[in-house]
C-alpha cells in the first residue's frame, strides 16, 4: 500500500505543490507595494528583482526565498499527522551607492527591513488558504560586505521566518 502526504488544514493544496520558500517569495511579491506610500524610502514592486541573485541583475535589489532546514515533528501517536516547521530565509540585497559614499546605512535597506517586518508580522495567518498555518518572523539581520570588494558594495539583509503547517498521512 503506498501512502502520501494531504495538507492537514484541508483550505489549500499549494503546500502540497510548491515548496514553503516560493509560497513564500510569491507572497511577498504579491503584497509588495507599486507605488510609493507613506515612505518614500521603500522601493516600488518594479525595482526589485524576486527569485535573482545580485551578480544576475541589472536591478539595484533583488529579494529571493530559500529553505534553509526542515524539522519534522510526528504529533500523533499512530504516525497520522506530522507537523512541519520550515526556517526559510528572505535574502535581500541593495546597492546603494549615495549610502556607500556617506560611509552610512542604507536608508532604503532600513526600509524594506521595516516593511518585511511589519509585513510578516501582520500577515502572520494570510497563508492559510495555500496550506500554511501561520508564520513567525524569527530575526533579521544585515550581513556586512568583505571590504576588499568595495566596488562591487551590496547591502545584505537576512530575514528568517518559520513556516508552521501540518500534513496527514492517508492511504492511496
Known sequence: MSEKLESGLGAGLDIE????????????KD??????QSNPDLPVKDRIDFGAWPDRTN??????????????????VGSHMYHFDIPVAVDIYLRDLKAIGARQESVRMIAIENYLRD???????ALRDKGVDH?????????PEP????????????VTVRMYYWMNRVPV
Open 119 to 125: 509585513f510578516i508580522t501582520l500577515g502572520r495567518l
Open 59 to 76: 536591478k539595484t535589489i533583488t529579494l529571493r526565498c530559500y529553505r534553509v532546514v526542515t524539522n519534522v515533528y510526528d504529533q500523533d
Open 135 to 143: 508564520i513567525d518572523l524569527v530575526n533579521s539581520e544585515v550581513i
Open 31 to 36: 503584497n509588495w507595494p507599486d507605488t510609493v
Open 147 to 158: 571590504p576588499d570588494q568595495i566596488s562591487e558594495v551590496w547591502f545584505h539583509l537576512v
Open 17 to 28: 505543490q510548491d515548496s514553503a520558500s516560493k509560497i513564500l517569495q510569491d507572497y511577498i
